[in-house]
């Protein structure tokens, strides 16, 4: 993890309160934006997207995010205790122990992390004598062993740390998203290096899913669990269906006969033609529902969303004069106002 100041906040775009659900939306957002899948061999984007998972990685975990908020960055070398005492001491003055330069603790990459002693009682080692007993102090080596992990001045923090999870979007075809089927594509990992990844989605898959791959995210530092590996489907348009959850809607267009006298007519589906009854007086835009031929359910084995069926009423074109003396013949015989509803509202 790099030491430099960096300010994670504002490379999400957010306010230093922001909760965790705050910060893994800001970042999604980013992401979609600098991923190397959406911006190939653009060094900048790439870039950028290292500095904003890095940021992510730092924020979404409550124990990095304090020493960060402590000291302005953070670094996997930084002991809990040695920022807390920073924080203590509300700044590091011109050095540390004593004003002396170098007194402080180093990280990995020999910048110092001094501790301010301002505030600490050093009563306790007059004349250079160690104290007694529970009510004594166990000198400078116990002091230093309580502000640096493993025992003694200098030594580093050694614990295992947990890998980050991996968010990625996945475009999938309106057909694979229903049938289901394998789906392949590369992992970008912090490294630089690229992994492949094969997994299967279930029939009926929807829109906006996430699919959790366990152990499957980055791994962890100095024998930490690896994170895991959420994919966000995104499903593809049709142009005759649209689908909205396990509902499939389509519009059907209808004769003026059909509509007024009723009929049986072929519809489309997603298995195929089926047929479909249009009830006498059938107006335009009215919904006719199809049980059970929309989306077998990705989560509720057995069940199946509907089909939502629009008609729409087409209009003849008259082509001859016979033709449109039936139709007069027709107005004359049912002579009725289909506007009157709407002027008795007026």
Known sequence: MATQTKDYYGLLGIKKTANADDIRKAFRKHARKYHPDVNPNNKQAEEKFKEISEANDVLTDPKKRKIYDQLGYYSDNIDPAAAEAYARGGGFGAGGFGGRPGAGRRGAHGQEVPIDFSNFDFGNFSGGQRGAGTGGS??????????FSGGGMGHESSGPMPGTDIEYTVNVGFWQAIKGGTVRLNIQRPDGGTEPLEFRIK???????????????NPGARGGNIGDLYLIIRVGQHPVFSRDVDDIHIAVPISVAEAALGAKIDVPTIDGRAQLRVPPGTQSGQKLRMREKGV??????????????????????????????ILREFAKLNAEDPRAELWSKV
């Open 138 to 147: 166990g000198g400078f080596r116990d002091v230093f062993s309580s502000m």
């Open 296 to 325: 077998p359910s990705a989560t509720k084995d057995g069940v199946r969303g509907d089909q939502i069926v629009e008609v729409k009423v087409a209009v003849p074109q008259m082509r001859d004069e016979r033709s449109k003396e």
């Open 203 to 217: 029939p009926g898959t929807r829109d906006g899913q996430r699919i959790r791959l366990a152990g499957r995210g």
